[in-house]
Nanobody, 126 residues
Framework: QVQLVESGGGLVQAGGSLRLSCAASGRTFSAYAMGWFRQAPGKEREFVTG????????DYSDSVKGRFTISRDNAKNTVYLQMNSLKPEDTAVYYC???????????????????WGQGTQVTVSS
């Protein structure tokens, strides 16, 4: 069992930055690829970015590529999402999730995730 707790969300002006953290319980964090998803009001949950268990491989949606950076610290059981140049359309609840696989190949598929956090709200004002 893995429990995930996100933090770092908040209100920021367009063009600003935020750093989200996702702390995981359990001793097997380093075995999982991790992902960040987001869900805006009235929209489906969408993939944002993912990272392999080792941290060597990453994947980004086109909408955030070049602005967001995912990283992980397996010694601290934590995955991070650095968000720069934020836009109002980035407003959403952001969720981290632990994948059943260690590999980057499945990170875009929501059903490949075994554990989800409760989410943290990110609001970007124009």
């Amino acid at each position: 069992q893995v429990q995930l707790v996100e933090s770092g969300g908040g209100l920021v002006q367009a063009g600003g930055s935020l750093r989200l953290s996702c702390a995981a319980s359990g001793r097997t964090f380093s075995a999982y690829a991790m992902g960040w998803f987001r869900q805006a009001p009235g929209k489906e949950r969408e993939f944002v970015t993912g990272i392999s268990s080792s941290g060597r491989n990453t994947d980004y949606s086109d909408s955030v590529k070049g602005r967001f950076t995912i990283s992980r610290d397996n010694a601290k059981n934590t995955v991070y999402l650095q968000m720069n140049s934020l836009k109002p359309e980035d407003t959403a609840v952001y969720y981290c999730a632990a994948n059943r696989s260690p590999y980057i190949t499945t990170v875009r598929t929501p059903t490949s995730y075994a554990y989800w956090g409760q989410g943290t709200q990110v609001t970007v004002s124009s």
